[in-house]
């Protein structure tokens, strides 16, 4: 499957890709999400049946719209599905998206690889933001949970742009909701 609103497809840094979302990853995806659901904007554990219908409609619809709610990626180091993401919320008036990534589970238990390739992940999706669809801005939300992703995004040019105290209840605590953004032109500097 292929992006209509996209001039290319996949894009490669090193033995690194990412390719249009697989419907053969979404179980692995699924298990992941899962798995981490801490970590998301997420309130149930996924089925199998949530998996499909969502590929299905949001994700197989997403190929073909010219304005794309979601545009996400499988991926891959030396072609084996490590994670997903991409954007999401792309709003084409004001040229701005979120950032959305997901790591193998096991990967993310050594927080230097993890953050490596995070950072890998983030250079490729920011050429398909910034160079491909001339958007002006990109954001992440991140719950303070994790400070090593935290670090990688401002590693990767984004700057804190803003905190939602005690946003979020994860296992009956109130944690902070952080706001990262990194401009088009920001990007170009680089």
């Given at each position: 499957?292929?992006?209509?609103?996209?001039?290319?497809?996949?894009?490669?840094?090193?033995?690194?890709?990412?390719?249009?979302?697989?419907?053969?990853?979404?179980?692995?995806?699924?298990?992941?999400?899962?798995?981490?659901?801490?970590?998301?904007?997420?309130?149930?554990?996924?089925?199998?049946?949530?998996?499909?219908?969502?590929?299905?409609?949001?994700?197989?619809?997403?190929?073909?719209?010219?304005?794309?709610?979601?545009?996400?990626?499988?991926?891959?180091?030396?072609?084996?599905?490590?994670?997903?993401?991409?954007?999401?919320?792309?709003?084409?008036l004001d040229k701005r998206a979120e950032l959305s990534f997901l790591l193998d589970s096991k990967r993310t238990q050594d927080k230097a690889s993890y953050s490596k390739e995070f950072e890998?992940?983030?250079?490729?999706?920011?050429?398909?933001?910034?160079?491909?669809?001339?958007?002006?801005?990109?954001?992440?939300?991140?719950?303070?949970?994790?400070?090593?992703?935290?670090?990688?995004?401002?590693?990767?040019?984004?700057?804190?742009?803003?905190?939602?105290?005690?946003?979020?209840?994860?296992?009956?605590?109130?944690?902070?909701?952080?706001?990262?953004?990194?401009?088009?032109?920001?990007?170009?500097?680089?």
């Amino acid at each position: 499957m292929s992006y209509k609103i996209l001039k290319k497809q996949a894009h490669r840094l090193g033995e690194y890709h990412i390719t249009p979302l697989r419907k053969e990853d979404m179980f692995s995806i699924m298990h992941w999400r899962n798995q981490q659901i801490d970590y998301l904007r997420q309130a149930k554990k996924l089925t199998k049946a949530d998996q499909i219908r969502y590929y299905e409609s949001t994700v197989m619809e997403s190929f073909s719209a010219s304005e794309p709610k979601i545009i996400l990626f499988s991926f891959l180091k030396s072609d084996k599905l490590i994670g997903y993401g991409g954007l999401t919320n792309l709003n084409y008036l004001d040229k701005r998206a979120e950032l959305s990534f997901l790591l193998d589970s096991k990967r993310t238990q050594d927080k230097a690889s993890y953050s490596k390739e995070f950072e890998v992940f983030i250079a490729l999706v920011k050429k398909v933001c910034f160079e491909d669809l001339k958007f002006n801005r990109l954001f992440a939300e991140t719950y303070d949970l994790r400070d090593y992703h935290i670090k990688t995004l401002s590693r990767s040019g984004f700057k804190l742009e803003g905190k939602m105290r005690e946003h979020v209840k994860i296992k009956g605590k109130f944690v902070d909701s952080l706001i990262h953004g990194i401009l088009r032109k920001d990007y170009v500097k680089r």
